[in-house]
């Protein structure tokens, strides 16, 4: 089972940017869809955005379409989010997750990562 360490997470003003960072343990992570989800507290976890094993097909929430780019680098084991135009909604804890399906549904994702904490003020 692929093991995955978030990083890149921070404080940011509304209208900033970041970019987090997944990386994957093991020889077998171009064989995973991988996807980002949040959790802001008091809520529950929602997806954010995911990726095909390849790297060829990208899905999005609505309400970071746009702002948001998902991609991965298999050479390096890594998936990455950017995040531009962030707001205040956006913050919650990050997790980057793996499937061995193409999905955007959380109940397919079996390996998750720590979370990574990302803070937007107004």
């Known amino acids: 089972q692929v093991q995955l360490v978030e990083s890149g997470g921070g404080s940011v003003q509304a209208g900033g940017s970041l970019r987090l960072s997944c990386a994957a343990s093991?020889?077998?992570?171009?064989?995973?869809?991988m996807g980002w989800f949040r959790q802001a507290p008091g809520k529950e976890r929602e997806f954010v955005a995911a990726i095909s094993r390849s790297g060829g097909n990208t899905y999005y929430a609505d309400s970071v379409k746009g702002r948001f780019t998902i991609s991965r680098d298999n050479a390096k084991n890594a998936v990455y989010l950017q995040m531009n135009s962030l707001k205040p909604e956006d913050t919650a804890v990050y997790y980057c997750?793996?499937?061995?399906?193409?999905?955007?549904?959380?109940?397919?994702?079996?390996?998750w990562g720590q979370g990574t904490q990302v803070t937007v003020s107004s």
């Open positions: 093991g020889p077998t992570f171009s064989r995973y869809s």
């Open positions: 997750a793996a499937s061995w399906v193409v999905t955007t549904e959380i109940h397919n994702f079996g390996s």
